[in-house]
């Protein structure tokens, strides 16, 4: 399962912050999850953002999703973000 997040960085929110409070969000939440495979992080040059998840099935990123959004790092993230889109693929290989 390909978990596909994009966003831009609130207004007034400093790159360097959220990159350190993404951080933190990959090694104490993310990575802390069962059923994660992979996650990683990308910029593209018009200011969006992108957290690609791997995930073993759709229930772990369910669960992981439920979790997070009940999370105080969750919390976080959220108020630093914007224009959030949430898109899950299934592998076919």
Do not use: K, Y
């Given at each position: 399962m390909y978990e596909i997040l994009t966003f831009r960085l609130a207004p007034g929110v400093d790159g360097s912050?959220?990159?350190a409070l993404d951080?933190?969000?990959?090694t104490d939440f993310a990575y802390q999850q069962p059923g994660i495979l992979r996650r990683t992080l990308g910029r593209h040059d018009d200011g969006r953002w992108l957290a690609l998840t791997v995930w073993?099935?759709?229930d772990a990123?369910?669960?992981a999703q439920h979790a997070f959004a009940s999370s105080?790092?969750?919390?976080e993230f959220?108020?630093?973000v914007t224009d959030v889109v949430v898109e899950r693929f299934?592998?076919?290989d």
């Open positions: 912050a959220f990159r951080e933190r969000v990959q073993a099935d759709a990123a369910t669960a105080d790092l969750g919390t959220a108020s630093l299934h592998g076919v």
